[in-house]
């Protein structure tokens, strides 16, 4: 059964904490069995952002089809490729591949066009630590414009660099600086882009501003 997601309004949901309680999920044979599970994993990323699936095989054969459910893999012609696996051995200089705890930020902010959407799946684990942080940045964003409305706009004008160099041989860096929060027309906030250990200097701003961004 073919359904278009534009045909409904769509709906999103902002969320805190609270929603450690009862996330968005859905089961893996559901979404493999045919697209109605698709579709309902596509409803609850479009209105929350993310989505849990439950009861997926552990190994990267299962996990690569289970992406491919959406659509192809993006290949980012950067280190990573497209569909790829990792651990904290430093195969590259990227905080990805060390045992660091990572505050919330978002992925590719080097790249001109970031990455949409991604899947992570934790095919093993016999340490400690390792917890996933799931940060909705459009409530935050929300909360700052209501508390600090003039913080929130210089987040929308401010622009600044980004880059990867983390191996010898590459440097990735975007075609022009972007602000860390992007409205459309209407003001309604398009997109939060934010990774402090990819932020380069601040280059195009004033320096009397730097302390309030």
């Known amino acids: 059964m073919k359904r278009s997601l534009a045909s409904h309004n769509s709906c999103k949901t902002l969320w805190g904490s609270k929603i450690r ?14 697209d109605t599970g698709v579709y309902k994993w596509l409803r609850k990323i479009d209105e929350f952002g993310f989505c849990f699936v439950s009861g997926v095989p552990s190994n ?5 089809k289970l992406t491919q459910r959406i659509a192809f893999i993006r290949d980012t012609k950067c280190e990573y490729g497209g569909f790829w696996d990792f651990t904290s051995d430093l195969k590259h200089g990227d905080t990805a591949y060390t045992n660091l705890a990572l505050g919330a930020h978002t992925d590719t902010t080097y790249l001109s066009d970031p990455c949409g959407l991604q899947l992570f799946h934790l095919l093993s684990h016999e340490g400690t630590g390792g917890q996933t942080l799931l940060v909705d940045g459009f409530y935050a964003a929300a909360k700052l414009r209501e508390k600090y409305p003039s ?9 600044i660099n ?5 191996d010898a041989d ?4 975007p075609d ?17 882009r ?19 961004w």
């Open 21 to 34: 309680e009862s996330p968005p999920t859905v089961a893996y044979q559901e979404v493999m069995r045919d």
């Open 60 to 64: 990267p054969e299962d996990t690569e």
């Open 151 to 159: 913080h929130y706009e210089l987040l929308t004008e401010v622009k």
């Open 162 to 166: 980004a880059h990867a160099a983390g």
């Open 170 to 173: 590459s440097l990735y860096i």
């Open 176 to 192: 022009e600086p972007f602000s860390i929060l992007k409205e459309d027309r209407n003001g309604e906030l398009l997109r939060v």
């Open 194 to 212: 934010y990774n402090n250990d990819d932020r380069s200097a601040l280059k195009y701003i004033d320096p009397v501003l730097v302390d309030d």
